[in-house]
């Protein structure tokens, strides 16, 4: 429980800088003092950069700049928002994110075919993957690739959140992220699970 509650407060603090469906847990470490407060990145500054938050290896960047991972590299696209696609309609919004990733490991991996690689934070809430909206191919989603992604290499594809319209108008206000979880960690069940990250990695998308 102790941990559960330290997780809780990391999101937040760098943010203060199931399938679509909303989450007010705020899973984050307590930063005060830390090595993030000092570099600049959770206060202050609000620089880019890499750092420790109760033994968590944070990384932020902000919209415009590849995100490098401990696992694997990022950079956004483009996001932008519907209310539908094709024939499925949102609920709220839809926010389509087309992302570019690198596999920096050795081997092979598939990024994301559970869905439960990236996440919206936005109004201090947690936001999953629309799995539904997912399996349309034109997208180009990764869910549905049916192959990982080869070392050294980049793949682009998209990922689909639905939010509700109140939270959609503020995509882009100050401490709006992108949150991606690595490879080794997509099964301790972020936002929500108990058991240690080694890493989370945030796009600032306000900046």
Not at 34 to 58: F, H, N, P, Q, Y
Not at 149 to 162: I, K, L, N, W, Y
Request: aromatic fraction near 8%; charge should be positive.
């Amino acid at each position: 429980m102790r941990r559960f509650l330290l997780l809780a407060a990391l999101v937040a603090v760098v943010a203060g800088c199931g399938g679509g469906a909303k989450s007010r847990v705020r899973p984050a470490v307590q930063s005060s003092s830390s090595d993030c407060d000092l570099k600049g990145i959770t206060a202050g500054a609000r620089r880019e950069g890499i750092c420790v938050a109760k033994g968590v290896t944070i990384t932020v960047a902000n919209r415009a700049h590849w995100l490098h991972g401990k696992e694997y590299d990022a950079r956004v696209l483009s996001v932008h928002t519907a209310t539908k696609l094709h024939k499925l309609r949102a609920r709220g919004r839809f926010v389509i994110v087309r992302l570019t990733i690198k596999n920096t490991l050795e081997i092979p991996h598939e990024f994301d075919r559970r869905s439960d690689l990236v996440f919206l934070f936005v109004d201090q809430r947690y936001f999953g993957e629309r799995r539904d909206a997912e399996n349309d191919p034109v997208l180009s989603p990764f869910r549905v690739r049916s192959a990982g992604v080869q070392p050294d290499e980049a793949d682009t594809g998209t990922v689909v959140f639905d939010l509700p319209v109140e939270h959609a108008k503020h995509l882009f206000a100050n401490g709006s992220d992108l949150i991606l979880v690595n490879f080794g960690d997509e099964a301790k069940g972020f936002p929500g699970g108990t058991q240690p990250l080694a890493a989370l990695g945030y796009v600032r998308l306000w900046k």
